[in-house]
């Protein structure tokens, strides 16, 4: 009888277990920080590693990149270009400008839309002379 009982308290319990609801999967994309590859008075050369994110995924991200221009700055606004690049299993967001940097400091925001999810992250970056 006890035996009995035992069963059936383990049957139900895992009858709870089975029934409970699945956690879906998560798309928990990240932006790492960013590596600027270019100096002062060259075209603008930089990449963010995606984190957390899958081949799969790739092709429904809808990626914009946009100066932040200054408002006391004369300076003309930079026209930014950017691409996704696979490196191994890795994939990073590589920006790159058309025309030369030359002012040593340039803000941009990247924006990262998906159907399930929205990430909008500024960057500031000091550039050198060479």
Known sequence: MVNAEMRMKQLMLLTLVVMLPKPSPVF???LSDV???S???QRLSARIMLTDVQAEE???LNIG???IADENSAARQVVLKHE???EGSKY???ITSKDVIREPILSFVVELNWSSGHLLRNYALIIDPQ
């Open 39 to 41: 100096h002062l008075n």
């Open 92 to 94: 990073y967001l590589t």
């Open 84 to 86: 996704v690049v696979a």
């Open 58 to 60: 790739i092709s429904e």
């Open 35 to 37: 590596e600027l590859q």
């Open 28 to 30: 928990a994309l990240a």
């Open 65 to 67: 990149v946009k100066e």
